[in-house]
Structures are given as C-alpha cells and as structure tokens.
C-alpha cells in the first residue's frame, strides 16, 4: 500500500519561499508522475505541478514563474518551492498521485 | 487550459436517493476524466478514472459514465458516508484542471 507524507513550514512572511517535502512509502516511486495540488480555504483544487522519477517536470502556466518542483528518487521523495508567496498562495498543500494523496499542509502567508 | 464545468454546484438529497453528478469540458478529452471525494478536513479520495473504471476498493454504487466532452457521477443509493464534495479533473492536457465541485448535503 502507497503512503505519501509531506512536511514542511505551515506560516510564511509575504515574499518569502514556500518549501514542502512530500516522502512515498511503499509500491513504485519511479512507476508515476507525482503531483502538488493545492486547495485554498473554502475552496476547490488547483493543480500546481508534477515530477517523474527521472526528473521530468510539468507546471500550472499560472504558477510556472514562481514554481520548482524537484526530485530525490535516492530516498523516494520530491518536493515544491513557491516563491515569492502572497496571501493568494494561502491554502492546504496536497501531494499526490491520482489514487494516493499526503494528508496536506495547510500554509498560511501572513505579514 | 480545458475548463472542467460541474453542476449542480450544490445538492440537497436523502439517504436512499439516487444522485447524479455532471461534469462538463471546454473541449474534448478523450475520456481521461476522473472523479474525487473529499470530505472536510481530508484529502481527497479517487473514486473513478477514465471516465467509467471504478478505483479498486469503491463500492460499486458510484458509477461514471460519458465521453467527448460530457460525463456524469452517479450514486445509486446515497448513503450517510456518500455526503461530501465531489470534483471532476481531466487529466487528457496540461494543466491539469478539476471542476469547481459538487456538494452533496443531507436533505
């Protein structure tokens, strides 16, 4: 059974990068894209990004300025950067690949 | 970027009744349209893929059909645990892109 567990700093400054971490358990890292998605308070999902094991990224045009999405297949992870975030970019970060998802983090941008 | 279009956006519905879901999109997506649930407080959980193939594990009451452009989520018999939020995505171009969502509340 696949498991994803993400981390990383849930309050942010505006202007400052938003960095997450999302690790996967079991099954086969290198067999699926795996995905950021996002879902601001209250609000439906927008998919952010997502990264093949050999590196291979694809970006939301809406967030390709600001985002990175890299991976770490030595330790079965990859993670997001955002940078320069704003109260915009306030919302529950997801990891996932279609049928598992991390159990997200909510990051907030606040002065 | 396809736009997914779902409605209705809200639906008030009774344990027993059978519920309908429908996702529209801006253009065709050759049937690579998936269904999510999410409950408040939890990620989301995939229920269908490819427009009809039930994940392994979904209780057969949720089905999906549909193809082109137009597609639906139906629930048989609604049960306590079915109220949510269901979303559609498609996953056929780049950016990936979900419907607005649908929220199934008890009547």
């Known amino acids: 059974q696949v498991q994803l567990q993400q981390w990383g700093a849930g309050l942010l400054k505006p202007s400052e990068t938003l960095s997450l971490t999302c690790a996967v358990y079991?099954?086969?890292?290198?067999?699926?894209?795996w995905s950021w998605i996002r879902q601001p308070p209250g609000k439906g999902l927008e998919w952010i990004g997502e990264?093949?094991?050999?590196?291979?990224?694809n970006y939301n045009p809406s967030l390709k300025s600001r985002v990175t999405i890299s991976v770490d297949t030595s330790n079965n992870q990859f993670s997001l950067k955002l940078s320069s975030v704003t109260a915009a970019d306030t919302a529950v970060y997801y990891c996932?690949?279609?049928?598992?998802w991390g159990q997200g983090t909510l990051v907030t941008v606040s002065s | 970027d396809i736009q997914m279009t779902q409605s209705p956006s809200s639906l008030s519905a009774s344990v027993g009744d059978r519920v309908t879901i429908t996702c529209r999109a801006s253009?065709?997506?050759?049937?690579?349209l998936a269904w999510f649930q999410q409950k408040p407080g939890k990620a989301p959980k995939s229920l269908i893929y490819?427009?009809?193939s039930l994940q392994s594990g979904v209780p057969s009451k949720f089905s999906g059909s549909g193809s082109g452009t137009d597609f639906t989520l139906t629930i048989s018999s609604l049960q306590p645990e079915d109220f949510a939020t269901y979303y559609c995505?498609?996953?056929?171009?780049?950016?990936?892109?979900f419907g607005g969502g649908t929220k199934v509340e008890i009547k």
């Open positions: 996932a690949e279609a049928r598992y």
């Open positions: 253009q065709g997506i050759n049937n690579y």
């Open positions: 490819s427009a009809s």
């Open positions: 079991g099954g086969s890292f290198s067999a699926y894209s």
């Open positions: 995505q498609q996953y056929n171009s780049y950016p990936l892109t």
């Open positions: 990264i093949n094991h050999s590196g291979s990224t």
